[in-house]
Nanobody, 116 residues
């Protein structure tokens, strides 16, 4: 059974940092491109970032470019999202997903709240 379990969310002040993790099981993470998607209250899902299977290629939404960094540890079957210089508008539930366009399995999400 494919499982994606996100962790690392929480409450942070504007300008702060968080590191999200996504633990994968039931499949070989290293064989798949992976992505992060977020959904803010009252809004639809927004693709945030993606990384190819080997970790050598990444892409970011303009809204997070220069502030967020996606990475992966295929040996540990774990995906990461380092989020720096957080803004109020980054508040959302963050999901990791299989596929560059998040078009396959999703995790249950972790809440990130940016508030002063």
């Amino acid at each position: 059974e494919v499982q994606l379990v996100e962790s690392g969310g929480g409450l942070v002040q504007p300008g702060g940092s968080l590191r999200l993790s996504c633990a994968a099981s039931g499949f070989t993470l290293g064989k798949h491109d992976m992505s992060w998607v977020r959904q803010a209250p009252g809004k639809g899902p927004e693709w945030v970032s993606a990384i190819n299977s080997a970790g050598g290629s990444t892409d970011y939404a303009d809204s997070v470019k220069g502030r967020f960094t996606i990475s992966r540890d295929n040996a540990q079957n774990t995906l990461y999202l380092q989020m720096n210089s957080l803004k109020l508008e980054d508040t959302a539930v963050y999901y990791c997903a299989v596929g560059w366009a998040a078009n396959d399995y999703w995790g249950q999400g972790t809440q990130v709240t940016v508030s002063s």
